[in-house]
């Protein structure tokens, strides 16, 4: 058997890689879109009780545990989601917290179309140069959003963020440049959002 090797951080892209096929394993291309919401993605593998893709975050190269201590595969694919490893477990259940500081169990998985998205004012990618890609429009459509070089979790078109790299600049400082300037209009639509609270005086 010949042994593969690859650069470093090659295992990481394969478990990406992993992940997208586990989700192309369900429906996820429509003629028409449904008019139900939400839309579900049934499974296309035979036998599998799943009702839909339901997304399990990974903790950087590792998957998430339950409270009961076992991986999500440990689980049943069916709602509900019974551990097969143990009696004591109620359903998947894990207290990992993302990178918005909130538990993994107080998201849901959502499927929206991009109008929808720009309608109710949420981030959206850029369009994909064909369908095989899915969701993904680059290696760093993979990170978490606040992670990202590009713009590919912007809302609409209007960015303020310059994307042309200046003459002297090298990757890092261009890098630097770019997220500076999203912080301080992160900072600034914050502030905008802010009324300032009508001061009250105490009866003496």
């Known amino acids: 058997m010949e042994r593969l090797s690859g650069p470093p951080g090659g295992a990481a892209a394969v478990d990406e890689y992993l ?3 586990r989700y192309k394993q369900h429906k996820t291309d429509f003629e028409t879109i449904p008019q139900q919401r939400p839309v579900d993605l049934p499974c296309r593998v035979a036998g599998c009780r799943c009702r839909a893709y339901h997304y399990v975050p990974m903790n950087g190269s590792q998957p998430v545990r339950c409270r009961c201590k076992h991986f999500a595969d440990q689980h049943s694919a069916a709602p509900g989601f019974t551990c097969s490893a143990c009696s004591k477990c109620s359903g998947f259940h894990s207290c990992f917290t993302c990178s918005c500081g909130q538990p993994a169990y107080a998201h849901d998985t959502v499927v929206e179309t991009k109008q929808e998205r720009l309608a109710q004012g949420k981030p959206v990618g850029q369009d994909v140069p064909y369908a ?3 969701g993904l429009t680059g290696f760093s459509s993979l990170a978490e959003g606040y992670m990202r070089l590009d713009d590919s979790g912007v809302v609409g ?7 042309s790299r200046r003459p002297e600049e090298d990757d890092m400082a261009f890098f630097e440049r770019r997220y500076q300037e999203r912080i301080k209009m992160e900072k600034a639509a914050k502030q905008k959002g802010k ?10």
């Open 195 to 204: 009324a300032p609270l009508p001061s009250t005086t105490k009866p003496s």
């Open 132 to 134: 095989a890609m899915g």
């Open 157 to 163: 078109t209007s960015s303020q963020v310059s994307s």
């Open 19 to 21: 992940e997208y096929r």
